[in-house]
Structures are given as C-alpha cells and as structure tokens.
C-alpha cells in the first residue's frame, strides 16, 4: 500500500511505522510525507493503537529532505504553494503518543521530524543535525523553533550555524532525547515504552500529551489552567476510579480507555 514507509502493529497495540527510501538515506520527498501523514492518521483513528513508533534503519533515521527534489525549487514555487507545509505538520494533529526511535542520521528535516514526535528514544549510533546552513539555506520544518525549546539557544544557535552533528550522548545531556540504548536494543526499548504507555487509561495518556503540549504554547498561568481543567475532567472518567479503587486495593488496575 505505501511506498516509501512500512507500517507492522506489534502485539496487537503499538502501530510502527518505519521510513523507507534507503538508498537516499530516508531522504524526506512529498510523497514519504504524504504517506508518514497518512499512515500516522490511520494509526490515531484505530482503536486497538495506543501508540506510534516512527523509525528509520539503522543507518538513518532520515537524513533531511530531499536534496535532489528540491534543489530545482525557485522561491515563486516554494513560497507559491507553501513547500513544506505540506503533511509536514500532521504529526502535530495526532492525539496518541508518538515516539521517535532514532537510529543512525537524524538530520535536517529528518531531526525535524524526530523533534515534532513527543518523545525520542536514540541509539548510541544517532547523530543529530541542521545542516541546511551548508546547502544555503536554512530550517524548514520547525528546528530553528524546536531546538531552542529543546536544548536552549546556545546548543540550538551552534547547531543552526554551524551544522555540526550531536552524538546520541551529548543529545541525551542536552535534553534533546530522553533516553539512549545500544543499537541492537532500539526497537525493544522503544517498544517497551509504547507497551507502558498502553498499559495506561487512554484518556488520561491523551490529556497528559495535550497538558504539556500546551505548555508551548501559552503562558504558564494559562497552561496551568488548561492543565487543571482536563485534571479536573478525568474525575468523571471510570478509568479514574478504577485507578484509584486498584491502588487502593492493592490490585492491578485494569482500565478501559473511558
Ligand atoms: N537528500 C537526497 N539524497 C540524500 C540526502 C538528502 N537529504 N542525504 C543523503 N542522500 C543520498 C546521497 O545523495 C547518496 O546518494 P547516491 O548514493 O545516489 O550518491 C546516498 O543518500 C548516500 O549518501 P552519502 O553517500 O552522502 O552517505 P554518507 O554516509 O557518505 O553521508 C550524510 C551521509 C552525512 C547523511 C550525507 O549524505 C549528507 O550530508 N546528507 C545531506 C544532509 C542534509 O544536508 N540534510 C538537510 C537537508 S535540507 C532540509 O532538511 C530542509 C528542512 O529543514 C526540511
């Protein structure tokens, strides 16, 4: 069905979705993000999902756009029809988590991409990058946004202007990604996380990726509303009171998403 990118669910919960265009190093074109955008929609509206993996190969997770695609690009058509705006925002829109399991090249668009996940499990061979400078140009998808956020303006302005790569550990020092494992330990650690995270009521794991969502987005008096408010709403699910009467009684909880 696609093209570009392979999907797989694993144990019955946690939809996978792998970039595939090896031999461009997972170069981003119109058509891998029409199908990422595509895929990460069906995987949201599937009930059985309660989490996404985005992944590469072990090379790259992606290594930009696509140079090749783009370098023909004049301002008139990148402007014109607004080039990369296109499918580049849906993971945004999408209301599971979604975690990056970053292998190898994640740069340009590519640790862009890894960026708007909600959270970035790495392996020790990551290398994280904005290299556009060197091409002339600069950010498109969000790193001159989200690298500030992520590991203040002194690493995000050495990075943009300079393009030098970080390695998976100094990432991890940074803040940039949450965890790092061995190469070979990747997609289990990423899984495991996923399995966690379903384990969980999934109006309460939506409702906490909304909270902290929006605390990049609003000033902290209204992000602390806004996280009171959806707090406040999950009393009226029974998933709350299962989790609580479970606690309470020493038991498992077992929670049905309502
Ligand atoms: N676009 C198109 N093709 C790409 C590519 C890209 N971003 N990155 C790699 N490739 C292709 C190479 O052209 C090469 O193709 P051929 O075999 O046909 O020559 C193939 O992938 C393998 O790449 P290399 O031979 O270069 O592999 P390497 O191991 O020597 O180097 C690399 C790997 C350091 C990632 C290097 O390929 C590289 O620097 N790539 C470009 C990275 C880059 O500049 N990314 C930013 C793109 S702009 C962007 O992303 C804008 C935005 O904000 C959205």
Redesign the pocket.
């Known amino acids: 069905m696609y093209e570009t990118i392979q999907t797989r669910v694993e144990a019955g919960k946690v939809g996978v979705i792998a970039l595939n265009r090896p031999?461009?190093?997972n170069?981003l074109n119109d058509q891998l993000m029409d199908e990422l955008g595509a895929a990460l929609k069906a995987f949201d509206a599937d009930d059985a999902i309660g989490c996404i993996i985005v992944t590469g190969s072990e090379k790259?997770f992606a290594?930009?756009?696509?140079?090749?695609a783009m370098a023909k690009y004049d301002f008139a058509e990148t402007y014109g029809r607004d080039y990369?705006s296109r499918n580049w925002e849906t993971m945004r829109s999408i209301r599971k988590p979604v975690i990056a399991a970053v292998a190898g090249?994640a740069?340009?668009?590519g640790c862009?991409v890894a960026m708007m996940c909600d959270f970035i499990i790495a392996a020790d061979n990551a290398k994280f990058g904005q290299?556009?400078i060197?091409?002339g140009?600069i950010?498109?998808?969000g790193?001159t946004q989200r690298l500030p956020r992520a590991l203040g303006k002194s690493k995000a302005m050495d990075m943009v202007l300079t393009a030098r790569m970080m390695d998976a550990a100094e990432a991890e020092r940074s803040g940039l990604v949450s965890r790092v494992v061995p190469l070979d330990k990747l997609m289990e650690e990423a899984l495991g996380a996923a399995l966690v995270i379903c384990s969980y009521g999934r109006l309460a794991v939506m409702a906490a990726k909304e909270a902290v969502n929006r605390s990049f987005e609003s000033p902290l008096s209204d992000g602390v509303l806004y996280e009171r408010r959806l707090f406040q709403a999950l009393f009226a699910t029974s998933d709350q009171k299962e989790g609580m009467d479970a606690f309470l009684a020493k038991r498992p909880a077992e929670f049905k998403g309502r």
């Open positions: 031999k461009q190093l170069a790259a290594a930009g756009a696509d140079i090749a990369i090249f740069l340009g668009g862009e290299p556009e060197k091409i140009i950010p498109g998808a790193g």
